[in-house]
């Protein structure tokens, strides 16, 4: 089974801070990987899928980059409004599919 | 509008049955592949099943035998059937449709949650 752990399981930073979150694969998993963001008391949403592949409507300063086995989703300058949990989720074993375990992003 | 409502969430005691359904608005439910997504309280998403356009079924491996993914066409509506249910299955079920490959989950209902408890 394809495993994702995703660092780290929460973190602080400053309305403007750039934010990395890290997902790393326990295989190769080409750029079969995709990320979520859940607000608050609400449902995913998807954010980037193929690594980089921005979904339609998602904010530009979420971008996602890597492959194999560790991959990257950055905030370029946080908001109030993207706290909440961020997922990644990989497809190499579809129609298996994983998530990581997330990652809370808080305001400091 | 395009969207998914959940419903069928409820209390029900180890080993008893649900029916969850989920209206799909916007699209044809037959369009895509469609899956479930389950999240315990205060915990991650995990994945459970996914039915494919062609009818193929699949599911994870902590569900597989007790529950079943189906849709009826002419509800345009997805159904996850969950039999020999256990306090481990307690959760938000989410109703998501996936892209045609099944790669990724592009549009997702809000939820309704199941209690499995005596």
């Known amino acids: 089974d394809i495993h994702l752990t995703q660092s780290p399981s929460s973190l602080s930073a400053s309305i403007g801070d750039r934010v990395n979150v890290t997902c790393r694969a326990t295989?190769?998993?080409?750029?079969?990987l995709s990320w979520y963001q859940q607000r608050p008391g609400k449902a995913p949403i998807l954010l980037i899928h193929?690594?980089?592949t921005l979904q339609s409507g998602v904010p530009s300063r979420f971008s996602g980059g890597g492959s194999g086995t560790d991959f990257t989703l950055t905030i370029s300058s946080l908001q109030l409004e993207d706290v909440g949990t961020y997922f990644c989720?990989?497809?190499?074993?579809?129609?298996?599919?994983?998530f990581g375990g997330g990652t809370k992003v808080e305001i400091k | 509008e395009v969207q998914l409502v959940e419903s069928g969430g409820g209390l029900v005691q180890p080993g008893g049955s649900l029916r969850l359904s989920c209206v799909v608005s916007?699209?044809?439910?037959?369009?895509?592949?469609m899956s479930w997504v389950r999240q315990a309280p205060g915990k991650g998403l995990e994945w459970v099943a996914v039915?494919?356009?062609?009818?193929?079924?699949y599911y994870g491996d902590s569900v597989k035998g007790r529950f079943a993914i189906s849709r009826d066409n002419s509800k345009n509506t997805l159904y996850l059937q969950m039999d020999s249910l256990k306090a481990e299955d307690t959760a938000l079920y989410y109703c998501?449709?996936?892209?045609?490959?099944?790669?990724?989950?592009?549009?997702w209902g809000e939820g309704t949650a199941v209690t499995v408890s005596s």
């Open positions: 998501a449709r996936n892209d045609y490959g099944g790669n990724y989950m592009d549009l």
């Open positions: 916007g699209f044809d439910v037959r369009s895509t592949y």
């Open positions: 039915l494919h356009a062609g009818y193929s079924t």
């Open positions: 295989y190769n998993i080409d750029s079969s």
């Open positions: 193929d690594v980089s």
């Open positions: 989720q990989q497809s190499y074993s579809n129609p298996a599919l994983t």
